[in-house]
């Protein structure tokens, strides 16, 4: 009656990553500071993946010159007033990206229901 159960992993046909940080001379720090290293001695290869998950990251940081501090010019300090985050001197835009509707995993949904609640510019965050 029962027979034998197939394996959820294939061993011959796996691979073994382990999470590394990654070296601070390496260019793409300023991106990620971890990098996935392949740990097993499997003989078996994968096409080449891109960094990304979604189809619309290939531009994410197009904008982005690596350097931080300085001062925020104004018009990305009136951008991130109104996105609700404080002005302290922080570009909180570089942890964000826009959504595209490119159908990779990215999408957007209205909720009605949702309440804004503003508070006042004094009160501050602990």
Do not use: W
């Not at 018009?75 to 609700?84: M, N, P, T």
């Not at 001197?89 to 159908?103: M, S």
């Amino acid at each position: 009656m029962g027979g034998r159960k197939k394996k959820f992993i294939d061993k011959k046909n796996s691979a073994t990553f382990q999470l590394i940080a990654r070296d601070t001379s390496d260019p793409s720090f300023s991106q990620s500071d971890r990098v996935f290293v392949r740990v097993d001695n499997n003989s078996v290869s994968f096409p080449v993946a891109e960094d990304s998950g979604f189809d619309d990251a290939a531009d994410d940081y197009d904008d982005y010159d690596g350097v931080s501090g300085g001062p925020l010019s104004e018009d990305v300090r009136k951008e991130i007033l109104q996105l609700g985050f404080p002005d302290d001197g922080y570009n909180y835009l570089n942890h964000l990206r826009e959504i595209k509707n490119t159908g990779a995993g990215a999408a957007f949904f209205h909720n009605p229901k949702f309440k804004l609640q503003h508070l006042p510019r004094d009160v501050k965050v602990c």
